[in-house]
């Protein structure tokens, strides 16, 4: 039973372009939203991460957006350079007695010169 | 700065034999990680420690244990190794102010 729901599991951009991955979940325990990004032979990295109390954040090129009543929330990726290349992972945090990390599927972005 | 160390970056086991991932931290954070990393099934959790002493099961812990003697060392065990159990692990902290997951770069397990 996958608790965060990623889609799509792969995404082919132009580079200038915008890349958009979507995730949803069902437990409203859930408090705390990041996102990771993994490029090949390497752990994943914290990119850039999300509280249910805005819809909202912006660091540079990336943007979380937060919907609470649809129990979604996605990660734009604006001027998607080849760089961005990578594996891109979302997770929704649940505290019931430890702190512990739910993670979607992963989606592989390409991003094409 | 290391950060996470895990040992042996690969290794191809038999089926049958006992295997043991190693991982150190160099941090201070009380809470670690196992994950394995699975195409189309993201990072699932196998295991966890909310600090030195304790551990707990996470969603997929069979065939798997854990240790936790002290706050910088979390190994992971497959007691008889089966080829389900081919997959990438990842260890992983997390710094408690913030909440970031830290990872070491990945032991990479084959059991034929």
């Known amino acids: 039973q996958q608790q965060v729901k990623q889609s799509p599991q792969s995404l082919i951009v132009q580079k200038g372009g915008i890349s958009i991955i979507n995730c949803a979940y069902e437990n409203t325990a859930f408090d705390y939203f990041p996102w990771y990004q993994q490029f090949p032979g390497k752990g994943p990295a914290l990119l850039i991460a999300?509280?249910?109390?805005?819809s909202e954040k912006k660091e540079g090129r990336f943007t979380i957006s937060f919907n609470k009543s649809a129990k979604q929330f996605s990660l734009h990726i604006m001027d998607s350079q080849p760089g961005d290349s990578a594996t891109y992972f979302c997770?929704?945090?649940?505290?019931?007695?430890?702190?512990?990390?739910?993670f979607g599927q992963g989606t592989r972005l390409t991003i094409n010169p | 700065i290391a950060g996470i160390t895990q040992a042996p970056t690969s290794q191809i086991l038999a089926a049958g034999r006992r295997m043991t991932l190693r991982c150190t931290q160099d941090?201070?954070?009380?809470?670690m990680y196992w994950y394995r990393q699975d195409l189309g099934l993201g990072l699932r959790l196998i295991h966890y420690s909310n600090t030195a002493g304790t551990t707990g099961k996470g969603e997929v812990p069979d065939g798997y244990s854990v240790s936790r003697a002290n706050t910088d060392d979390f190994p992971l065990t497959l007691a008889s190794a089966v080829p389900s159990q081919t997959s990438v692990y990842f260890c992983?902290?997390?710094?408690?102010?913030?909440?970031?997951?830290?990872f070491g770069e990945g032991s990479r397990l084959t059991v034929l």
């Open positions: 997770a929704a945090r649940i505290i019931q007695g430890a702190q512990k990390l739910v």
């Open positions: 999300i509280r249910p109390d805005v």
């Open positions: 941090m201070r954070h009380n809470a």
């Open positions: 992983a902290s997390q710094d408690s102010n913030t909440g970031e997951l830290f």
